[in-house]
């Protein structure tokens, strides 16, 4: 069965998700449906108008830009992207946090007014885009320290070893551990200990640098990945957490009895072959620091 126009027009203007129509100069061309009022405002205000005239400079060049690429190439595209209220012109209130949409963008065999032409569907995905976020959070993070957890470490390691090899920049790791956390386990109880554990990650947070990664490698064990960092650099870093973690531990109103760290710190080097030597290298300064007395950073190599 064949719809009339009348019909066809109707079904367009029923689609629940928005299609604009976008010539390649940015010209909101026209508009079809949208009709989802729980994802979308009515956008056939905009028709007529130009990207460059509804959006903030940076968006409107990105939109410009997928346009150019799908009538360069003349396939669909499908991006992600986000839309706040101050990337709308002239929007005085908007929604504070963005509404994260998908969109598809298939090239149209067809000009409009002399232009190349797409259809834009834009479908609202914030919910789908929240969830990915949260799973991404809790499959990186650590829920006692509030650090990253091993598998993100583990991930991130290699990536830096990667990049080592590539570019030859340096590149460091720390690896520390509480001392006499089993007895303070054991002498004030579990919860006391996930208290200290959690001081030990709150301190990290607030004293590594934005580059560097932190995370809880073990029970009580720790780990600082630190690029562009030589092995003196991060001594000093490493000793600067350790003196931090120390006085936060003292400030707690707790018998006295695990209130510092050991860490061993490694740097990565040329002959490395695997990433996991890294960290072997960075546990031989840990134990040379338990061995020597606790409360100290190592290398492998110090007596
Ligand atoms: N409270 C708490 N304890 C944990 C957790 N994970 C591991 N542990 C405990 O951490 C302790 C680790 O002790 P060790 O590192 O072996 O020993 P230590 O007392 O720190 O001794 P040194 O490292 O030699 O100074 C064990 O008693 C574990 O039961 C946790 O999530 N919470």
Same mark, same amino acid.
């Given at each position: 069965m064949m719809f009339s126009l009348e019909q066809t027009?109707?079904?367009?203007?029923?689609?629940? =998700?928005?299609?604009?129509?976008?010539?390649?100069?940015?010209?909101?061309?026209?508009? &079809?449906?949208?009709? =989802? @009022?729980?994802?979308?405002?009515?956008?056939?205000?905009?028709?007529?108008? &130009?990207? !460059?005239?509804?959006?903030?400079? /940076?968006?409107?060049n990105w939109f410009m830009q997928q346009i150019a690429t799908v009538l360069t190439s003349g396939n669909m595209l499908i991006v992600e992207y986000?839309?706040?209220?101050?990337?709308?012109?002239?929007l005085e209130e908007g929604p504070k946090d963005p509404i994260w949409f998908e969109g598809r963008i298939h090239p149209l065999n067809f000009q409009f007014e002399g232009e190349d032409a797409v259809l834009w569907v834009a479908s609202n995905i914030t919910a789908r885009h929240?969830?990915?976020?949260?799973?991404?959070?809790?499959? *990186?993070?650590?829920? #006692?320290?509030?650090?990253y957890n091993r598998r993100k470490l583990r991930s991130h390691l290699q990536r830096q070893f990667s990049l080592f090899h590539r570019h030859h920049t340096p590149c460091s790791l720390l690896v520390f551990d509480l001392d006499f956390f089993k007895q303070l386990n054991d002498a004030c109880g579990h919860p006391i200990g996930d208290a200290v554990i959690e001081i030990v990650g709150r301190v990290?947070?607030?004293?590594?640098?934005?580059?560097?990664?932190?995370?809880? +490698?073990?029970? =009580?064990?720790? !780990?600082? #990945?630190?690029?562009?960092?030589?092995?003196?650099?991060?001594?000093?870093?490493?000793?600067r957490l350790r003196r931090k973690i120390q006085h936060a531990l003292l400030e707690m109103d707790l018998p006295?009895?695990?209130?510092?760290?050991?860490?061993?710190?490694? *740097? &990565?080097?040329?002959? =490395?072959?695997?990433?996991?030597?890294?960290?072997?290298? !960075?546990?031989?300064? #840990? +134990?040379? !620091?338990? @061995? #020597?007395?606790? @409360?100290?950073?190592? @290398?492998?190599? *110090? /007596?």
């Open positions: 027009q109707a079904i367009l203007a029923a689609l629940p =998700d928005p299609a604009f129509i976008l010539t390649r100069s940015g010209k909101y061309a026209h508009i &079809f449906g949208g009709t =989802d @009022n729980r994802y979308y405002h009515d956008g056939s205000s905009l028709v007529g108008s &130009f990207i !460059a005239e509804v959006l903030i400079p /940076e968006k409107a986000p839309l706040a209220g101050a990337d709308v012109l002239g929240q969830l990915q976020q949260r799973l991404k959070y809790l499959s *990186e993070t650590d829920e #006692l320290s509030h650090l990290c947070i607030q004293t590594i640098r934005e580059d560097d990664l932190a995370a809880r +490698y073990g029970g =009580d064990e720790f !780990a600082v #990945l630190m690029p562009q960092t030589t092995l003196h650099q991060a001594w000093c870093l490493a000793d006295q009895i695990c209130t510092s760290i050991s860490g061993g710190i490694s *740097e &990565f080097l040329p002959m =490395d072959d695997r990433a996991d030597i890294i960290i072997q290298r !960075a546990d031989k300064g #840990l +134990y040379m !620091a338990k @061995n #020597l007395g606790r @409360n100290r950073i190592c @290398n492998e190599h *110090e /007596e």
